[in-house]
């Protein structure tokens, strides 16, 4: 009987190990996407991943919490695969039809939540907040 069990659990854990390979493999595919869309950032998704984890590890943050913080870094901007290029790289204040279509990606924060929990809303109201006044004006 222990020996099943123990056979058990490592099936158990290979899969486990599989499907995290999976989750991973699926999270970077999609910042890639958006990174593909708007290279002037690229690099920043990874950036923001980066200095999330250190920063909740200087906390003393759970390896479990830190991992879906990092996960958030990585997908804060995932929502830039559906806005038109054209209004990605706009400088000065947005028209107020380009607004609205730039907030059309944060219906899909509760997906991206079901990946990383709160940490992916948090991580998404940057953007509800930080842009209402429009993109910076780059030179």
Same mark, same amino acid.
């Given at each position: 009987?222990?020996?099943?069990?123990?056979?058990?659990?490592?099936?158990?854990?290979?899969?486990?190990?599989?499907?995290?390979?999976?989750?991973?493999?699926?999270?970077?595919?999609?910042?890639?996407?958006?990174?593909?869309?708007?290279?002037?950032?690229?690099? *920043?998704?990874?950036?923001? $991943?980066? #200095? +999330? &984890?250190?920063?909740?590890?200087?906390? /003393?943050?759970?390896?479990?919490?830190?991992?879906?913080?990092?996960?958030?870094?990585?997908?804060?901007?995932?929502?830039?695969?559906?806005?038109?290029?054209?209004?990605?790289?706009?400088?000065?204040?947005?028209?107020?039809?380009?607004?609205?279509?730039?907030?059309?990606?944060?219906? *899909?924060?509760?997906?991206? $939540?079901? #990946? +990383? &929990?709160?940490?992916?809303?948090?991580? /998404?109201?940057?953007?509800?907040?930080?842009?209402?006044?429009?993109?910076?004006?780059?030179?």
């Amino acid at each position: 009987m222990r020996s099943q069990n123990a056979l058990l659990e490592q099936m158990v854990e290979k899969k486990t190990i599989e499907l995290q390979e999976m989750l991973h493999a699926s999270i970077y595919s999609m910042a890639l996407m958006a990174e593909i869309r708007d290279p002037y950032t690229a690099g *920043h998704q990874q950036r923001v $991943a980066q #200095l +999330a &984890s250190a920063i909740a590890a200087k906390m /003393g943050l759970s390896a479990k919490i830190i991992e879906g913080i990092r996960i958030a870094g990585i997908l804060h901007d995932v929502g830039k695969i559906r806005i038109p290029v054209s209004i990605l790289n706009r400088m000065g204040q947005l028209l107020k039809a380009e607004l609205e279509a730039f907030n059309t990606f944060m219906p *899909h924060l509760p997906v991206l $939540a079901c #990946l +990383a &929990s709160r940490a992916v809303r948090a991580a /998404g109201m940057h953007h509800l907040e930080g842009y209402r006044l429009g993109l910076p004006n780059y030179k």
